[in-house]
């Protein structure tokens, strides 16, 4: 088993949401660099254009500019891209939005406006485009969709961002519950739940609440541009063939903790259960046995390792 076999990803047709900066643009260039054909969609079409005709000096990169916060928009994109293709294989639902305030000023517009982009647009976009999907995957090769969490659904932190944090802890569970549904359709729905990365969205974020983020990261830094392409390209590829958001399944995090399965229930429940049929009718192939091999042997590189360790330290499985 080769390595340029196992996480290629050349020739798939992937849509990025929120890909004209950030995490998008990060994960749009990997694909684009490694041989797919992406399309880009955000709010503002000069910078979607503009990100669109640099990247596509590397590759095949089409944007369709869109405001995925209304619906109306998220049936023009859908009915955009099914005009240009008869399948999709990657969706990455990484469109999103954040407002901080008090608690006793936070207003419904901070509310509905995070809300809508954060959660229902993951839903309803992959709901649209659920025949490109489908028209995608197989047996053997399932078509993929990536939605983009935080780690700010899983913990609290200093930061009063309330509606940011729910619907990402939103994202997480819609994540579960989509990844059960669609697995019989051939498609493996996953999350990524990412820690702090230099973003405008971080930008918002003053200078102690900067020095706290970095001085609470076991690696003292922010996340950098290889960091998410790395994670999105497993998600996407071969590698990742076996790995699939189910209730027991893993739950992967990005900078903050660590990347792995977020707790020893979530990593027991998944190194028994690959030896069981699945929701995608298979068992477990062999580099999924290596993979589940190296997580027994360093606790520390994919999550809790063993009961012991986690009885001992019961904060990590949180």
Same mark, same amino acid.
């Given at each position: 088993?080769?390595?340029?076999?196992?996480?290629?990803?050349?020739?798939?047709?992937?849509?990025?949401?929120?890909?004209?900066?950030?995490?998008?643009?990060?994960?749009?260039?990997?694909?684009?660099?490694?041989?797919?054909?992406?399309?880009?969609?955000?709010?503002?079409?000069?910078?979607?254009?503009?990100?669109?005709?640099?990247?596509?000096?590397?590759?095949?990169?089409?944007? *369709?500019?869109?405001?995925?916060?209304?619906?109306?928009?998220?049936?023009?994109?859908?009915?955009?891209?099914?005009?240009?293709?008869?399948?999709?294989?990657?969706?990455?639902?990484?469109?999103?939005?954040?407002?901080?305030?008090?608690?006793?000023?936070?207003?419904?517009?901070?509310?509905?406006?995070?809300?809508?982009?954060?959660?229902?647009?993951? /839903?309803?976009?992959?709901?649209?485009?659920?025949?490109?999907?489908?028209?995608?995957?197989?047996?053997?090769?399932?078509?993929?969709? *990536?939605?983009?969490?935080?780690?700010?659904?899983?913990?609290?932190?200093?930061?009063?961002?309330?509606?940011?944090?729910?619907?990402?802890?939103?994202?997480?569970?819609?994540?579960? *519950?989509?990844?059960?549904?669609?697995?019989?359709?051939? *498609?493996?729905?996953?999350?990524?739940?990412?820690?702090?990365?230099?973003?405008?969205?971080?930008?918002?974020?003053?200078?102690?609440?900067?020095?706290?983020?970095?001085?609470?990261?076991?690696?003292?830094?922010?996340?950098?541009?290889?960091?998410?392409?790395?994670?999105?390209?497993?998600?996407?590829?071969?590698?990742?063939?076996?790995?699939?958001?189910?209730?027991?399944?893993?739950?992967?995090?990005?900078?903050?903790?660590?990347?792995?399965?977020?707790?020893?229930?979530?990593?027991?429940?998944?190194?028994?259960?690959?030896?069981?049929?699945?929701?995608?009718?298979?068992?477990?192939?062999?580099?999924?046995?290596? /993979?589940?091999?190296?997580?027994?042997?360093?606790?520390?590189?994919?999550?809790?390792?063993?009961?012991?360790?986690?009885?001992?330290?019961?904060?990590?499985?949180?």
């Amino acid at each position: 088993m080769k390595i340029e076999d196992l996480f290629s990803v050349k020739g798939k047709i992937a849509l990025v949401t929120g890909g004209s900066r950030g995490l998008g643009e990060m994960i749009a260039r990997a694909y684009i660099e490694n041989g797919v054909k992406v399309y880009i969609t955000a709010r503002k079409a000069d910078a979607c254009m503009a990100l669109a005709e640099e990247l596509s000096k590397h590759g095949e990169c089409i944007a *369709i500019p869109a405001d995925l916060s209304r619906m109306e928009e998220i049936e023009r994109l859908s009915a955009e891209l099914h005009k240009r293709e008869k399948k999709l294989d990657i969706l990455v639902n990484n469109a999103g939005a954040s407002w901080g305030a008090q608690f006793h000023e936070f207003p419904e517009n901070g509310w509905d406006k995070v809300m809508d982009l954060n959660v229902k647009s993951v /839903f309803f976009l992959t709901q649209k485009l659920l025949d490109l999907l489908e028209a995608a995957g197989s047996e053997k090769a399932y078509s993929r969709v *990536i939605n983009i969490g935080s780690i700010e659904g899983i913990r609290t932190t200093h930061l009063e961002a309330y509606s940011y944090a729910a619907s990402k802890a939103g994202v997480n569970h819609l994540t579960r *519950i989509m990844a059960k549904f669609l697995a019989p359709k051939h *498609i493996a729905v996953n999350a990524i739940a990412p820690g702090y990365f230099p973003s405008k969205m971080t930008d918002a974020i003053d200078e102690h609440g900067s020095r706290q983020v970095v001085e609470d990261a076991p690696m003292k830094r922010m996340g950098a541009p290889e960091d998410m392409a790395g994670i999105a390209l497993y998600l996407a590829s071969r590698a990742s063939g076996f790995r699939l958001w189910r209730c027991h399944s893993g739950r992967w995090r990005i900078g903050h903790h660590r990347i792995g399965l977020a707790s020893w229930q979530d990593h027991r429940d998944t190194v028994v259960g690959l030896n069981r049929p699945t929701p995608q009718g298979r068992r477990e192939p062999p580099h999924s046995r290596a /993979f589940r091999s190296l997580s027994q042997v360093d606790p520390h590189a994919f999550g809790v390792g063993n009961r012991r360790y986690a009885r001992q330290n019961p904060w990590r499985g949180s």
